[in-house]
C-alpha cells in the first residue's frame, strides 16, 4: 500500500489524511507479522534439512508467537465491540497445533494467517480506492479576486457572492457560478462522467468537480461547509464507517461455523483418541472465508456504485437497496427533467418566432424565476447574443416589464401582460395538462407566446423496465402535483399506480403502507421529499439540483442529474450481494468438507492450513468481482 507521489500530504490533517495513516499503519503491522512469520517458517525449514530438528521446532514457534500476538490483540478489540468470530478457532489452532507436537503446521497457519489478513486489507484498501480518491482531493484553500489583486485563503473564508479564481487542475472548492465565458470541468470523480463538460457563463459548477480547461472566474453562491462537495465528503465518511447487516448476520453465521468446527474437531479425536485429526480439522478452518467475503464484496460494490455517479451511504443502505420490491416516484425533478422546456413558439404578429425568443430571453436575463431561467437558457442554446435589459420592473410570480434594443418588451402571464403591454393576450385554453403559456408584448402589441413544460426524462421507460427485469414488482406515482398533470406525464410508463395530490404526510403514508409488499425504495429531490425518504427503507435523492434536505435524509444520493443512474446503482447492489452471498456459501461449503476429510484422517494439519489458506484467497478474489459489475463505463450526460 505504497502512497502515491501526489498524496503524499493527505496524512497532514483532514479525513483523507487520517484515514490514509490509519489505513498505511495497519498495513504495515500486518506485514511486518507476515515477514516475521515467513522468516521463522523458512528459517526453521532449512534448519529441518540441515538436520536440526529441535532447534527447527524452536524457531518455529518463534515464529508463530507474533502471529498469535496480533490473533489475542485483534480478539481483544472484538470483545470491546461486542463481536467475536473465527479469529478464536486460528488461536486455537496454532496453539493446539504447538501443544500436540506441530510446529511446522502452526508456523504454515501463522504466515497463512498473516498472509490471509494482508490480502483482506489489499482487497478492501482496491475496492475503497474510489471513496479514498474523492477524500484525498478535498481543497484545503482558494484564490479570490480581491482589490484587483489575488489571495489564498481558506475555505472556511469563503463568503457567498466572492469572486474566486480556478486554475487549471485544481479542484473547484464551492458551489458556484461561472463568471468566465467558458469553463471545461471535469466531473469523473463525482458523477462517472467520462469527459469534460463545457460550461458558460452563469452556468452552475459542482464543487469537487476539476478544471480540465484553462483558468476561469467562479462567483460562490454557498459556504464551502455547505457545498456539494463537502457533503459528499460527510457521506463517504459515513459509509466507510458503516456495516452491512449482512455483515452482522456473517458474525452471527461465524459463531455458529465456530461451534461446528469445535464439535467436528472434538468428535474426531473422542473418536480415534488422536489429537492430530482435530488439530486438522481447526487448521483446515482458519480463518473462515465468512468473514473475509461479505465486507471486500460489499465495499468494492460501494466503490464500484460510486464510480457511476451513486454514492451509497453505507453498505447496509446497498444490502437493502438489493432487495428492493416497490418503487416509489416524485414526479418533478425526478420523473421529470424538473426545468421547464418550451414545447412550441405561438406568433400573433409580424415578429418571427427568434425573434419573439431572443427579445423574451434578453428581458429574462435580469430574473431569477425557473421559468425565467429556462426562457434565457433556451436562447443560449441556440445561440443567440442576448442584450442588456434596461428599466426591468419585476412583479414576482407574475412577470417582467423593461427595454430590450429601445423596445418596450413584456414577459410573463396572460393577465400581466395585458395588465402591463395594453395587448390583448391568448389564454390558457386549449393547452395540455402541465403546460403553460408565457406570453410575449412589444412596444405595446401582442408579439406571440411560448408554450413550455416540463418533459418526462430521457430513458426513463427503459429505466423502469429494467427495474421490473431485477425484480421491483411495483412502481408507483408521488406527486403533489394535479392528477391530470401526472396522468399526461406517465402515460405509457406502464406504472401500477399513481397518486396525485399528495402532501408530505401523505407520501409518508403511501410509502408506509407499501411496506406490506415488502422492502420499498423513495426516490425524490425536493425538501417535501425528505420526510418519505426518510421512511422508505432506502430513500434516493436527485443530489445534482435537489434539496440538501432531501439529500440528508436519503440513504443513497445520485450525484449526477439523470435517472438512469438508479437503474445502474440498483444493478450494483443486487450483484454485490450475489456475489457475497456466493463467496460464503462456496467458502462454508468448501471449508465444511475439507474438514470432513481432516477428521477422517485425509489431509495433516500442514495440508489442511494449505488447503484452507487457497480457499481464502478465491474467496476473496471472487468478493473482488463486484468492482467489476454493471456496465463498464456510465453513460456520458447530455
Known sequence: MRPRRENDGRAKGGPAGWLYTVGLTTARLKSAVLVL??????????LQLAGRTELAGLVWTAGVVPALVALLAEILRGIGRGEAGLDIVAVLSMSAALAFGETLAAAVVAVMYSGGTLLESFAEGRARREMHNLLARVPRSATRHRNGGLEEI???QIAMGDRLLIRQGEAIPVD???ASDVAFVDSSALTGESLPVRLARGDEAMSGATNAGEAFDLIAYRPAAESTYAGIVRLVEDAQRSKAPMSRLADRWSLAFLALTLAIAGAAWAITGDGVRAVAVLVVATPCPLIL?????????????????????????????????????????????????IET??????????????LAAALDQASKHPVA????GAARARAMALPVPSGVAESPGEGLVGRVD?????????????????????????????????????????????????????GARAMLDGLRDQGVVRILLATGDRAEVAERVTAGLGLDGVRAGLTPDQKVLLVLTEHRNGPVMMVGDGVNDAPALAAADVGVAMGARGAA???????????????????????????????????????????VLAMIAAALGYLSPVQGALLQEVIDVAVILNALRALRVGRTAPAAAT
Do not use: N, Y
Not at 406568433?347 to 418571427?352: F, K, T, V, Y
Not at 413584456?410 to 395585458?418: I, R, S, T
Not at 447492489?573 to 462456496?586: C, F, K, Y
Open 176 to 178: 458556484g457560478h461561472i
Open 37 to 46: 512469520s515467513a522468516a521463522g517458517l523458512v528459517a526453521g525449514l532449512a
Open 154 to 156: 481558506p475555505l472556511d
Open 406 to 458: 429601445g423596445h418596450l418588451v413584456a414577459v410573463g402571464g396572460v393577465g400581466f401582460v395585458q395588465a402591463h403591454a395594453g395587448a390583448a393576450a391568448e389564454g390558457e385554453a386549449g393547452l395540455a395538462a402541465g403546460s403553460l403559456r408565457v406570453a410575449v408584448a412589444v412596444d405595446g402589441r401582442m408579439a406571440g407566446g411560448l408554450v413550455m413544460a416540463d418533459r418526462l426524462r430521457d
Open 549 to 591: 434536505a432531501s439529500a440528508e435524509a436519503a440513504d443513497v444520493v445520485i450525484l449526477v442529474d439523470r435517472l438512469d443512474r438508479l437503474g445502474h446503482g440498483m444493478e450494483i447492489a443486487r450483484a454485490a450481494r450475489r456475489i457475497a452471498l456466493e463467496s460464503v456459501v462456496a467458502g462454508i461449503g468448501l471449508s
Open 373 to 376: 431561467q429556462a426562457i434565457v
Open 293 to 341: 467475503a461479505v465486507p471486500v464484496a460489499l465495499v468494492a460494490g460501494l466503490s464500484r456504485a460510486a464510480r457511476f455517479g451513486v454514492l451509497i451511504k453505507g453498505a447496509g443502505a446497498l444490502e437493502a437497496m438489493a432487495r428492493i420490491r416497490t418503487l416509489v416516484l416524485d414526479k418533478t425533478g425526478t420523473l421529470t427533467e424538473g426545468r421547464p422546456q
Open 345 to 358: 413558439i405561438d406568433i400573433a404578429g409580424s415578429l418571427p418566432e427568434a425573434e419573439i425568443l431572443r
